[in-house]
């Protein structure tokens, strides 16, 4: 009995749902780049030729390896003419494409999604990984017929967003994504269901099952299980993410007075009013932080959703230092805090290292700012004392020079760049970090614009009145004087435009001593300065500030390293040239010349060729194999004929009985006869026997005579295979007809003579049960001789 999968419509069913549910999850990816729509329907078009190529061949039951090759060459080919327009593999097309895919990358590492128009798009990067998403769930799922694991290419292509922005996605995408993965698992296994059968009506003790019923039951545990990925992680408190927007009630967000409109009140009231004191054995605790802010709205920093569950209380040791490797000198000190009555704040000043606080289990931290956070409203840091212990780490400029890209290192919310923030903030931060040529150096040369080269000036009278955060950034860039609020919070923008993670930080700048010994700080100590990451060194402190407010930035950020002539960071290319506004094409004058030299891999590209022709010579071999051995016997006796008739019947999946004489076998034979039809009114199953292919009969009993009377004969005769090759034409015609159109096929390209038969196929008996202990031939043998 022929599988329900192996018929043409199950299979297009089954890879229709298959690309509707990987198209489906890679529509979360709209969250990476504006403007995704010129990805999304290219991709649905290059799945629809992919599933429907894919399931032709599966019907056609060419071999799974031949189909994936199929499969990876049509959907290379197809992202090739999508990106350049052509599918064509020439030189410049390829070069077109290299350039395409050059210039996605490098906006990948300069850009935070979503990425804004106006810059090289990376839609190659995103083809390229949809059609993989796409492939990997058909082969999975169709070919290999393995839906349940094709979940996992789902769940992989889902999360993708998620960790590259850090913002969860949207519940109704994941619910559709679901429902379709449910009903690719229904469909293929609703088949294997159906080939079990059911009893006759009123035939009692046969297995027999209930389709409908487990469709049914399936629908019911899906959709329960649906409802429960997406209520659930509302619901209880120990889940931090959810596919909602933002936490649910189980988490508690912290309401807290912002920091940054502290810091403005506290800097214009003009008045220096005692805060806190701290004794330390170790070096002056400047630059004592107390939040940090990481969302950027567009206009203003502000500190973002915080979680700080009761396993996070601030009585113990912190979890170790984000980013920085262990091979970064550091030196560990105490430090005690006492603070007074006028300081009232709901986050607890630390040292921007720490490794061990003790505040009690009214304090929390959060694991990625390790700010340390009130867990009550009612509790403040008015009249408290507490102690830490903070870590001093000595920076190499070479190790952070030489860092790759840190955005994947981070929670995407570090590298947030809004899609509202003026063109004009992104092309400054372009040009003024030209001539930079990695991301360290990037942030030198920004540090050192703000603090001398770009002609700002540190005004305090700038600061606005406490709880207006409307000051226009651009308006600053323009006038070119501000407060340290703004200088650290146009470093740390400007800084994400180039693709360097970064936050703001709200603190204490320098202490003075008091006269017991300890270190004081006042409010005219409030400062706001940039912290920006990089892989091994972690989040870095860097000084935009002028020198009439921080006198002396970093000495690591004033480090000088050798002219390089190549980009020294895989990421921080070099160029002078402006980044063009949102929606402008770039000029074509201002195109850099070709290179004499086509970029073209022919190394490659004849490497990819070679590959292919080898898997097709491998797939085509048993096929030549099998024409080779044919034309052989044909120029033989009669002998060789008859061999050849054995692995016709062996190749069309007929069983070959063993030990019989040439009269008894061609009896067997004469019963899978059939009428030869060459037209479409052939029948799905048609009669086989001698009556319905006479000249067939005839023939047969010919090519047996002449075999018997070659053996058997008192005066044998010489029976060439020329003689009898029509009559063998004939039997072979009247065979196929009496099998399905696939086995025809099959037969051609891949003869079971040669390659062997498909060990899945199990025999069986006439009772229907397979005999144990016997052979697959001797099986077949009892079946069909008997």
Same mark, same amino acid.
């Given at each position: 009995?022929?599988?329900?999968?192996?018929?043409?419509?199950?299979?297009?069913?089954?890879?229709?749902?298959?690309?509707?549910?990987?198209?489906?999850?890679?529509?979360?990816?709209?969250? @990476?780049?504006?403007?995704?729509?010129?990805?999304?329907?290219?991709?649905?078009?290059?799945?629809?030729?992919?599933?429907?190529?894919?399931?032709?061949?599966?019907?056609?039951?060419?071999?799974?390896?031949?189909?994936?090759?199929?499969?990876?060459?049509?959907?290379?080919?197809?992202?090739?003419?999508?990106?350049?327009?052509?599918? +064509?593999?020439?030189?410049?097309? +390829?070069?077109?494409?290299?350039?395409?895919?050059?210039?996605?990358?490098?906006?990948?590492?300069?850009?935070?999604?979503?990425?804004?128009?106006?810059?090289?798009?990376?839609?190659?990067?995103?083809?390229?990984?949809?059609?993989?998403?796409?492939?990997?769930?058909?082969?999975?799922?169709?070919?290999?017929?393995?839906?349940?694991?094709?979940?996992?290419?789902?769940?992989?292509?889902?999360?993708?967003?998620?960790?590259?922005?850090?913002? $969860?996605?949207?519940?109704?995408?994941? &619910?559709?994504?679901?429902?379709?993965?449910?009903?690719?698992?229904?469909?293929?296994?609703?088949?294997?269901?159906?080939?079990?059968?059911?009893?006759?009506?009123?035939?009692?003790?046969?297995?027999?099952?209930?389709?409908?019923?487990?469709?049914?039951?399936?629908?019911?545990?899906?959709?329960?299980?649906?409802?429960?990925?997406?209520?659930?992680?509302?619901?209880?408190?120990?889940?931090?993410?959810?596919?909602?927007?933002?936490?649910?009630?189980?988490?508690?967000?912290?309401?807290?007075?912002?920091?940054?409109?502290?810091?403005?009140?506290?800097?214009?009231?003009?008045?220096?009013?005692?805060?806190?004191?701290?004794?330390?054995?170790? /070096?002056?605790?400047?630059?004592?932080?107390?939040? +940090?802010?990481?969302?950027?709205?567009?206009?203003?920093?502000?500190?973002?959703?915080?979680?700080?569950?009761? !396993?996070?209380?601030?009585?113990?040791?912190?979890?170790?230092?984000?980013?920085?490797?262990?091979?970064?000198?550091?030196?560990?000190?105490?430090?005690?805090?006492?603070?007074? /009555?006028?300081?009232?704040?709901?986050?607890?000043?630390?040292?921007?290292?720490?490794?061990?606080?003790?505040?009690?289990?009214?304090?929390?931290?959060?694991?990625?700012?390790?700010?340390?956070?009130?867990?009550?409203?009612?509790?403040?840091?008015?009249?408290?004392?507490?102690?830490?212990?903070?870590?001093?780490?000595?920076?190499?400029?070479?190790?952070?020079?030489?860092?790759?890209?840190?955005?994947?290192?981070?929670?995407?919310?570090?590298?947030?760049?809004? !899609?509202?923030?003026?063109?004009?903030?992104?092309?400054?931060?372009?040009?003024?970090?030209?001539?930079?040529?990695?991301?360290?150096?990037?942030?030198?040369?920004?540090?050192?614009?703000?603090? %001398?080269?770009?002609?700002?000036?540190?005004?305090?009278?700038?600061?606005?009145?406490?709880?207006?955060?409307?000051?226009?950034?651009?308006?600053?860039?323009?006038?070119?004087?501000?407060?340290?609020?703004?200088?650290?919070?146009?470093?740390?923008?400007?800084?994400?435009?180039?693709?360097?993670?970064?936050?703001?930080?709200?603190?204490?700048?320098?202490?003075?001593?008091?006269?017991?010994?300890?270190?004081?700080?006042?409010?005219?100590?409030?400062?706001?300065?940039?912290?920006?990451?990089?892989?091994?060194?972690?989040?870095?402190?860097?000084?935009?500030?002028?020198?009439?407010?921080?006198?002396? /930035?970093?000495?690591?950020?004033?480090?000088?390293?050798?002219?390089?002539?190549?980009?020294?960071?895989?990421?921080?290319?070099?160029?002078?040239?402006?980044? /063009?506004?949102?929606?402008?094409?770039?000029?074509?004058?201002?195109?850099?010349?070709?290179?004499?030299?086509?970029?073209?891999?022919?190394?490659?590209?004849?490497?990819?060729? @070679?590959?292919?022709?080898?898997?097709?010579?491998?797939?085509?071999?048993?096929?030549?194999?099998?024409?080779?051995?044919?034309?052989?016997?044909?120029?033989?006796?009669?002998?060789?004929?008859?061999?050849?008739?054995?692995?016709?019947?062996?190749?069309?999946?007929?069983?070959?009985?063993?030990?019989?004489?040439?009269?008894?076998?061609?009896?067997?034979?004469?019963?899978?006869?059939?009428?030869?039809?060459?037209? !479409?009114?052939?029948?799905?199953?048609?009669?086989?026997?001698?009556?319905? $292919?006479? %000249?067939? !009969?005839?023939?047969?009993?010919?090519?047996?005579?002449?075999?018997?009377?070659?053996?058997?004969?008192?005066?044998?005769?010489?029976?060439?295979?020329?003689?009898?090759?029509?009559?063998?034409?004939?039997?072979?015609? $009247?065979?196929?007809?009496?099998?399905?159109?696939?086995? +025809?096929?099959? &037969?051609?390209?891949?003869?079971?003579?040669?390659?062997?038969?498909?060990?899945?196929?199990?025999?069986?008996?006439? &009772?229907?049960?397979?005999?144990?202990?016997?052979?697959?031939?001797?099986?077949?043998?009892?079946?069909?001789?008997?």
């Amino acid at each position: 009995m022929n599988a329900p999968w192996s018929t043409l419509p199950q299979q297009l069913r089954l890879a229709g749902v298959a690309l509707l549910a990987a198209w489906a999850t890679v529509l979360s990816w709209r969250v @990476l780049t504006e403007g995704f729509a010129e990805v999304g329907m290219p991709l649905l078009l290059i799945g629809v030729v992919l599933a429907g190529s894919g399931a032709l061949a599966r019907w056609q039951r060419l071999p799974a390896a031949g189909i994936v090759a199929a499969q990876l060459v049509i959907g290379a080919l197809l992202v090739l003419g999508t990106t350049t327009g052509s599918p +064509v593999l020439t030189p410049d097309n +390829v070069d077109v494409f290299a350039a395409a895919l050059q210039g996605a990358l490098e906006s990948s590492r300069a850009y935070a999604a979503p990425v804004q128009l106006g810059v090289p798009p990376v839609h190659p990067l995103l083809l390229i990984g949809g059609t993989l998403v796409v492939l990997l769930v058909d082969v999975v799922a169709c070919t290999l017929r393995r839906a349940p694991v094709a979940g996992l290419v789902l769940l992989a292509a889902y999360t993708l967003p998620v960790a590259v922005t850090g913002n $969860a996605v949207s519940w109704w995408l994941f &619910a559709v994504v679901a429902g379709l993965f449910l009903t690719l698992v229904f469909l293929q296994h609703s088949s294997y269901v159906a080939g079990w059968g059911r009893a006759p009506d009123g035939e009692k003790g046969s297995f027999s099952v209930r389709t409908g019923a487990i469709g049914n039951t399936a629908l019911a545990l899906g959709a329960t299980a649906i409802a429960l990925a997406v209520v659930v992680p509302v619901a209880v408190p120990t889940m931090s993410m959810s596919v909602f927007e933002g936490n649910g009630p189980g988490t508690r967000e912290v309401e807290v007075k912002d920091p940054m409109v502290d810091l403005r009140r506290d800097l214009r009231r003009g008045e220096d009013v005692p805060l806190l004191w701290v004794t330390t054995s170790g /070096p002056k605790p400047s630059y004592l932080r107390i939040s +940090v802010l990481s969302r950027f709205s567009g206009s203003e920093w502000t500190p973002g959703d915080r979680e700080i569950p009761e !396993s996070q209380s601030a009585t113990g040791a912190l979890p170790p230092l984000d980013g920085v490797s262990l091979e970064v000198p550091r030196r560990e000190f105490k430090y005690d805090v006492r603070v007074g /009555p006028d300081f009232s704040s709901a986050w607890l000043p630390t040292a921007a290292q720490t490794t061990r606080i003790a505040a009690g289990t009214d304090w929390r931290y959060d694991v990625n700012t390790r700010d340390v956070i009130a867990a009550r409203e009612d509790v403040t840091t008015a009249d408290s004392t507490y102690d830490f212990t903070g870590v001093q780490l000595t920076y190499d400029a070479d190790s952070m020079n030489s860092a790759v890209s840190g955005a994947g290192a981070v929670a995407g919310i570090f590298s947030e760049v809004p !899609s509202t923030l003026n063109n004009e903030i992104r092309r400054l931060a372009a040009s003024v970090t030209a001539e930079a040529p990695t991301r360290f150096q990037k942030a030198q040369v920004l540090q050192q614009w703000f603090r %001398e080269d770009g002609g700002f000036r540190y005004d305090l009278g700038q600061v606005p009145s406490a709880g207006d955060g409307g000051a226009d950034l651009l308006a600053f860039l323009d006038e070119r004087v501000g407060y340290c609020e703004q200088f650290a919070a146009a470093m740390a923008i400007m800084a994400r435009v180039i693709g360097i993670p970064s936050r703001v930080a709200v603190g204490f700048l320098e202490p003075d001593r008091a006269t017991n010994g300890s270190w004081e700080f006042s409010s005219r100590d409030l400062h706001a300065w940039p912290e920006l990451y990089f892989p091994g060194s972690g989040w870095v402190r860097f000084e935009p500030t002028p020198q009439a407010r921080a006198t002396q /930035p970093p000495a690591y950020t004033e480090a000088e390293f050798e002219a390089v002539t190549e980009t020294a960071s895989p990421s921080a290319s070099s160029s002078s040239e402006l980044l /063009p506004e949102r929606g402008e094409e770039p000029d074509a004058a201002d195109a850099t010349t070709e290179e004499e030299a086509s970029s073209f891999p022919w190394r490659l590209v004849l490497a990819t060729l @070679l590959g292919l022709a080898l898997v097709a010579l491998a797939l085509m071999t048993p096929r030549l194999v099998r024409g080779a051995r044919r034309r052989r016997r044909l120029a033989g006796d009669i002998e060789d004929l008859w061999l050849e008739l054995r692995d016709v019947a062996h190749d069309l999946g007929h069983a070959w009985p063993t030990g019989r004489s040439p009269r008894r076998t061609g009896d067997w034979l004469g019963r899978l006869l059939a009428t030869p039809v060459h037209d !479409s009114s052939r029948p799905d199953r048609p009669r086989r026997g001698r009556d319905q $292919a006479p %000249e067939a !009969s005839h023939a047969l009993d010919r090519l047996v005579a002449a075999l018997e009377h070659s053996r058997y004969a008192r005066d044998p005769e010489t029976f060439t295979a020329d003689r009898f090759a029509d009559d063998l034409v004939i039997v072979e015609e $009247a065979l196929a007809a009496g099998v399905t159109p696939r086995e +025809v096929r099959r &037969a051609a390209w891949w003869p079971a003579s040669v390659a062997g038969r498909r060990t899945s196929w199990r025999s069986r008996t006439r &009772a229907g049960q397979t005999r144990a202990g016997a052979t697959a031939d001797e099986t077949s043998v009892d079946e069909l001789v008997g």
